[in-house]
């Protein structure tokens, strides 16, 4: 699957969809954030049921202060409407497939509780 760039506009109704969402937070100017990209292109088309969005933070300063981002590339994982990962840095296309499948493996419903139950706890 190729990627998709995500605006303001677009944003809520990808995340909305559900599903598991891989985001790149990133920049024209960003050295490390252009030599991530064919890396992040690469391994979209073997993951064609995760979709693959891009933010351009220039563009989109609203979307990436929504999400406090502070340094570029970030990548965040969202699943069913949860933030799964975040963090800032390039990957390698191993460790970023090992991220993806992780991510895939999670239990959700483990997920939510462990959620509720910090919640509770504060």
């Known amino acids: 699957m190729s990627t998709i760039e995500l605006t303001r506009e ?39 049921d995760v979709i693959f969005g891009k933010v351009d933070t220039e563009a989109q300063q609203e979307l990436a202060g929504m999400f406090n981002i502070q340094s570029i590339p970030t990548l965040m994982i969202i699943r069913d409407q949860v933030v799964v990962f975040s963090q800032a840095g390039a990957l390698p296309d191993a460790s970023l497939r090992d991220l993806i499948d992780q991510a895939l493996a999670l239990d959700m419903d483990a997920v939510r509780a462990d959620i509720a139950a910090a919640n509770d706890a504060d």
């Open 10 to 48: 677009s944003f809520e109704s990808t995340v909305i969809a559900g599903g598991t969402i891989l985001i790149d937070f990133w920049a024209e100017w960003c050295g490390p954030c252009r030599m991530f990209g064919p890396i992040y292109d690469t391994v979209s088309n073997d993951y064609p």
